[in-house]
């Protein structure tokens, strides 16, 4: 009996030298896992975050994209309006060349601005008049008159001795005054005043 008693404290000491042993290896698979799971889901993090970063600068470059096509848009439009409203303009403007106070200013430009050698440039329908003009300021030698329908209304004056040119023209005068009132105008056209 003495083996037998032998034998169970021999597979006693190994039952517990064997549980002690397969605890150790189970905390360190355990420790091995959790490491392994800690390490995968910081990978996972990183590249989530990524390319969520990288869907976001998507976005961010996409919508910077669409707003400056907007702005574009919203710029050729307004361009076209204002256009329309100027050539709207140029067309109203045609019935004021008719007008006694139309030729009025016509003399008071030739009056003032007109001497010898002088080209005035003018358009087709306003040369009978600008003749009649001149012919009213005496003394005045080497005047040519020349019709361009470039021009709508009012002259160009060609200083030749001295290779100048002045424009009083309409065409001058309304894009002047638009360009100054553009603001104003797209005001009214796009906000209504």
């Given at each position: 009996?003495?083996?037998?008693?032998?034998?169970?404290?021999?597979?006693?000491?190994?039952?517990?030298?064997?549980?002690?042993?397969?605890?150790?290896?189970?905390?360190?698979?355990?420790?091995?896992?959790?490491d392994?799971?800690?390490?995968?889901?910081e990978?996972?993090?990183i590249?989530?975050?990524?390319?969520?970063?990288?869907?976001?600068?998507?976005?961010?470059?996409e919508?910077?994209?669409?707003?400056?096509?907007?702005?574009?848009?919203?710029?050729?439009?307004?361009?076209?309006?204002?256009?329309?409203?100027?050539?709207?303009?140029?067309?109203?403007?045609?019935?004021?060349?008719?007008?006694?106070?139309?030729?009025?200013?016509?003399?008071n430009?030739?009056?003032?601005?007109?001497?010898?050698?002088?080209?005035?440039?003018?358009s087709?329908?306003?040369?009978?008049?600008?003749?009649?003009?001149?012919?009213?300021?005496?003394g005045?030698?080497?005047?040519?008159?020349?019709?361009?329908?470039?021009?709508?209304?009012?002259v160009?004056?060609?200083?030749?001795?001295?290779?100048m040119?002045?424009?009083?023209?309409?065409?001058?005068?309304?894009?002047?005054?638009?360009e100054?009132?553009?603001?104003?105008?797209?005001?009214?056209?796009?906000?209504?005043?």
């Amino acid at each position: 009996m003495e083996l037998a008693k032998l034998l169970d404290q021999a597979s006693s000491k190994v039952k517990v030298k064997l549980e002690e042993d397969l605890s150790r290896a189970k905390e360190e698979a355990l420790s091995l896992i959790d490491d392994a799971y800690s390490k995968a889901m910081e990978r996972a993090s990183i590249k989530t975050k990524e390319l969520v970063d990288r869907s976001k600068e998507r976005v961010e470059g996409e919508k910077a994209r669409l707003d400056v096509d907007n702005k574009r848009a919203f710029i050729d439009t307004r361009n076209f309006w204002l256009d329309r409203t100027y050539s709207r303009l140029l067309e109203l403007v045609a019935d004021y060349f008719k007008t006694a106070e139309y030729e009025e200013a016509l003399a008071n430009i030739l009056k003032r601005e007109v001497s010898e050698g002088v080209e005035v440039i003018c358009s087709s329908r306003d040369v009978e008049k600008v003749n009649s003009i001149l012919k009213e300021l005496k003394g005045m030698k080497g005047v040519k008159v020349t019709p361009n329908d470039k021009i709508k209304g009012g002259v160009q004056l060609y200083y030749k001795e001295i290779s100048m040119m002045k424009d009083f023209s309409i065409e001058l005068l309304l894009k002047q005054i638009f360009e100054s009132n553009k603001e104003k105008v797209a005001q009214i056209l796009f906000e209504g005043e």
